[in-house]
């Protein structure tokens, strides 16, 4: 069992404040990923855990125990940093033997466990070489194997793939995931790409300015956002924002008039969005519907197109050059320089939010 409480979790160092007071729970066995843009405490918040920095205020529990005061070796958890931390001039079998040797655990079990973490990891062939003659990959398995053979209650990643290229990034991903299906440990990973938030994940704290802005399922966290940060930070290229005006509310539904231009019917409102509000008006690029000049809810001047091949982006901008995307499956016959209209009320996943970003439409079904 290892569940993990940040409760009211704080971090300042000297007075910068950088962790505003986090409150999150994960459950035991849970792949819990954080993410969020470049300095909002990712890092930050992982070293606290793993006891490397110290909690400046709150609470952190293992297993509904205190740990704020256990050295970083006492808390039964296992970090993978980025950069790996190998040692070069020792053996991969020595790397991951090193240390369980430390902690003097008997020598039969430390090659039972560095076997067995070999296996797992595919590292058979390499225990006698040193990191110098092992690959990205190989090397960032090694690192795994690591914090593998120490048989944490937690493991702690913190952009583990990141120095990988693309290609292998996808193949470490899918290893991790299956490592996590093995093993059955809970996981913290902290990363920026949200691919791989969204593809581990079992939920997702999206980090902000060292405040958590939501925590949630990643499908949950795509289809209802909490606001619009969330909104604009998951999916990829990002929900397109368009300021607007309540012009009329007719029960659940209301109609926008665009800054831009144009008019939006949007349902299933349930937050207070009364006539004459501003509002921001949401849509996904792969939710706008294009249609011909004029017979849409606003008309879009078309700047650029990317044909993929297998699905097509659409570069625009309408009104007084407020810019939108839209992306279509398949190939267009839509080029740069045209107008099209943009079939917005149609769709119903669609979003709103109020002024101070929050939505005030649960959700948007998008299945
Ligand atoms: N030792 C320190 N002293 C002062 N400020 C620090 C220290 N360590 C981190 N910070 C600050 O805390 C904030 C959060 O940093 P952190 O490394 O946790 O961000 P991150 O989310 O991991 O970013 P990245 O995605 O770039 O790795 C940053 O503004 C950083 O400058
Ligand atoms: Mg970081």
Request: glycine letters at 12%.
């Amino acid at each position: 069992m290892a569940t993990l409480d940040l409760v009211g979790v704080r971090k300042s160092f000297g007075a910068t404040d950088v962790i505003h007071g986090i409150d999150l729970s994960v459950v035991h066995g849970e792949f819990c990923v954080f993410v969020g843009p470049s300095g909002c405490g990712k890092s930050t918040l992982l070293r606290m855990i793993a006891g490397l920095e110290s909690v400046s205020a709150g609470e952190l529990r293992i297993d509904g125990a205190r740990v704020n005061e256990l050295g970083a070796s006492e808390r039964g958890l296992a970090m993978v940093f980025q950069s790996y931390a190998l040692y070069p001039h020792m053996s991969v079998r020595q790397n991951l033997s090193f240390g369980l040797e430390n902690i003097r655990v008997a020598r039969e079990e430390i090659d039972r466990r560095v076997a067995e973490a070999a296996r797992m990891l595919r590292l058979e062939p390499y225990l006698d070489r040193r990191p110098g003659a092992l690959s990205g990959g190989q090397r960032q398995r090694v690192a795994i194997g690591r914090a593998v053979v120490r048989e944490p209650k937690i493991f702690l990643f913190d952009e583990p793939l990141s120095n990988l290229d693309a290609e292998l990034r996808v193949r470490m991903r899918a290893e991790l995931g299956a490592l996590h299906d093995r093993l059955g440990n809970t996981m913290i990973y902290v990363t920026h790409d949200q691919v791989e938030a969204m593809t581990l994940a079992d939920r997702i704290a999206v980090l902000r300015d060292g405040r958590c802005e939501q925590f949630d399922r990643p499908l949950e966290l795509y289809n209802a956002p909490a606001n619009m940060f969330v909104a604009g930070f998951i999916g990829s290229p990002r929900m397109n924002f368009m300021p607007a005006k309540v012009a009329a509310r007719d029960g659940a539904a209301a109609t926008l008039t665009l800054a831009a231009g144009g008019r939006v019917r949007v349902e299933a409102v349930t937050g207070s969005a009364a006539e004459g509000a501003d509002v921001t008006f949401g849509v996904r690029p792969e939710h706008v519907k294009l249609v011909e000049a004029g017979a849409g809810d606003a008309d879009m001047h078309v700047n650029l197109t990317e044909q993929l091949g297998g699905e097509s982006y659409v570069y625009g901008t309408i009104g007084d050059g407020h810019e939108v995307t839209a992306r279509l499956p398949g190939q267009t016959r839509v080029r740069g320089g045209e107008t099209v209209g943009m079939a917005l009320s149609k769709s119903t996943a669609t979003y709103l939010f109020g002024k101070d970003g929050r939505a005030l439409k649960r959700g948007a079904a998008n299945a």
